[in-house]
């Protein structure tokens, strides 16, 4: 079982350049989430897709934007990236009120 | 403004030692309370709490969840070193900007 994929598990950029995360999940989930994870900070939520064709904003959406390609599919786009989006991100999908599966990852580093 | 705070922010213990710990909450449309391990990648589920004052258990891991008090204890018998990990804490509510608000996490380092 595959679960929930991100790619790339890192990456390095310089300020200004941009780039998508991607996320798929093979269980069918309606609700999938982008987080990002800073030392201290715990998980918080950027945005999230509650189902296909809708996406909202959570705590720090300021920076980012989002697709939700399809019902599989999540992506995080970070248009021009500056070294305070230096972060672990964690992609999750869930279905209902069951708990969220979370990716492994991706490590982001902004010179 | 709803939050979640997890304590202590670390912890180091023996092999073998008893350890909990807490999460407090103050969220408005409370629905449950989960709580997670993370290791080196992506947080594991280990519980969901949504009635107070029942215990879930599995093997030397176990939670029980305060309405009243709005806490949560995780509790971890005979630790081994393979419990070192982050144990995160998150509420779900019913309605609300985003459904999960999550605790900062305990840091926990189980030493041979």
């Known amino acids: 079982n595959a679960g929930v994929t991100q790619t790339p598990k890192f990456q390095v950029l310089k300020t200004g350049q941009s780039m998508t995360l991607q996320c798929a999940q093979d269980?069918?989930?309606?609700?999938m989430y982008w987080y990002r994870q800073d030392p201290g900070m715990g998980l918080r939520l950027i945005y999230y897709s509650a189902s296909e064709g809708t996406t909202d904003k959570g705590e720090v959406p300021n920076g980012y934007n989002v697709s939700r390609l399809n019902k599989r599919e999540f992506s995080l786009r970070l248009e021009s990236a500056a070294p305070s989006q230096t972060s672990v991100y964690f992609c999750?999908?869930?279905?209902?009120?069951?708990?969220?599966?979370f990716g492994d990852g991706t490590r982001l580093s902004i010179l | 403004e709803d939050k979640v705070v997890q304590s202590p922010l670390s912890l180091v213990v023996h092999e073998g030692d008893t350890v909990t710990l807490n999460c407090s909450y103050e969220?408005?449309?409370?629905?449950?309370l989960l709580w997670y391990k993370q290791e080196k990648k992506a947080p594991t589920f280990l519980f969901m709490l949504?009635?107070?004052?029942i215990e879930k258990k599995s093997g030397r891991l176990s939670s029980i969840l305060d309405k009243k008090e709005l806490f949560s204890i995780l509790n971890i018998t005979a630790t081994q070193t393979g419990d070192s990990a982050i144990y995160l804490c998150?509420?779900?509510?019913?309605?609300?900007?985003?459904?999960?608000?999550f605790g900062t996490g305990t840091r926990l380092k189980v030493l041979a």
């Open positions: 949504t009635s107070s004052g």
């Open positions: 999750a999908s869930c279905r209902g009120n069951q708990p969220q599966h």
């Open positions: 998150a509420v779900e509510r019913t309605s609300g900007t985003y459904k999960y608000i």
């Open positions: 269980m069918n989930h309606n609700s």
């Open positions: 969220v408005t449309n409370f629905r449950s």
